[in-house]
């Protein structure tokens, strides 16, 4: 089997993604501060943002192709620390499609649907960017810079992701499960939008993409809905009371980072390519039992 090079393998989308990886790739996962074992992938602790690390790990594995999803994801945090937050979303992004160039592998990379200002959905991988905050202005330089280093990058535009946690990290919706099997006030925006994926079905849109694309692809999920109805159907579907949950709207809830209103992506070039994500219930329904 040839070598994967998985950046972030301690991270949501990472560790996922190495379950699928694993049964095409021989996979060798990284980790930072989240020390763990995953089945099957060889584990290294690598910092990306130290070029040498960088380079030797390169030079050691001699990767047949690379997906990079480490990344400072929290848009809060890159609010408030743009320099530390910028060396891995910015710097470390372009250094790994310069090595990627210089061994000329395929290369993918996972950006964000926060490059966009939400004010114009649903968006094709031509529109323009015009990130509202930090987060999304590092994820458009790392776009370009990848691009301008190795124009054969896969720039993938991930949606909001759900699954299952993993032994160090979670998804947005466990937080909003525990909340409502513990029948307490929950209250999602109403007036924001996304287009969700199950990081699962991601993953498999991202192996897709390293193999097809060179440049822009959308990876988001089937449908656009918006936080509250998708609590609502987060309910119904692990059967849980929903007698609890209210809708607020973006204007009540300051967060360190603004947040667009609505960037639902139109991902019909992916599904072209076999790009296949169920109704958003169907996703959830895959997650009921695990
Ligand atoms: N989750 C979503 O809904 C979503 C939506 C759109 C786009 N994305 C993008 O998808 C990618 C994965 O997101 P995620 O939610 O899986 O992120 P995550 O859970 O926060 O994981 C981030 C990963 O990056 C690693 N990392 C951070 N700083 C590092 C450094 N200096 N050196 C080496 N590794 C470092 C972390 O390692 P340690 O934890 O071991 O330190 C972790 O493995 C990111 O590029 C994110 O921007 C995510």
């Known amino acids: 089997m040839k070598k994967l090079l998985i950046t972030g393998a301690s ?13 095409e790739w021989e996979v060798y996962g990284t980790y930072f501060s989240h020390r763990q074992e995953i089945s099957g992938i060889k584990m290294l602790k690598v910092n990306l943002t130290d070029f040498q690390e960088l380079k030797d790990i390169f030079n050691d594995i001699q990767p047949a192709a690379v997906i990079h999803t480490a990344a400072q994801s929290q848009p809060n945090i890159c609010q408030t620390h743009p320099q530390e937050s910028h060396l891995i979303n910015v710097t470390a992004s372009c250094n790994i499609a310069g090595l990627c160039a210089d061994n000329a592998i395929p290369c993918a990379y996972t950006s964000t649907d926060l490059v966009f200002d939400g004010l114009k959905a649903p968006y094709r991988e031509t529109d323009p960017v015009n990130p509202i905050n930090i987060y999304g202005e590092q994820k458009v330089q790392a776009e370009t810079g990848m691009l301008e280093r190795y124009p054969l990058t896969a720039v993938c535009r991930m949606p909001l992701m759900f699954g299952m946690a993993t032994p160090t990290s979670r998804s947005f919706i466990q937080p909003l499960i525990e909340t409502l099997k513990a029948g307490k006030e929950l209250s999602l925006f109403i ?14 849109g991202l192996l897709l993409a390293l193999e097809k694309v060179n440049g822009y692809i959308h990876l988001g999920g089937k449908e656009r809905i918006s936080r509250y109805e998708f609590g609502r ?17 973006q204007e009540d809830v300051k967060m360190a980072a603004p947040r667009p209103a609505d960037v639902s992506l139109d991902s019909s070039q992916a599904f072209a390519l076999g790009y296949q994500p169920l109704s958003i219930k169907a996703e959830l329904e895959t997650l009921i039992n695990i």
Not at 11 to 23: I, N, S, T, V
Not at 191 to 204: G, I, M
């Open 11 to 23: 991270g949501f989308l990472g560790w996922h993604l190495c379950q699928l990886a694993k049964q």
């Open 191 to 204: 007036d924001e939008f996304r287009t969700p994926a199950n990081v699962t079905t991601a993953s498999k």
């Open 233 to 249: 159907l987060l309910a119904e579907v692990f059967q849980l009371s929903a007698d609890k949950l209210t809708s607020c709207r």
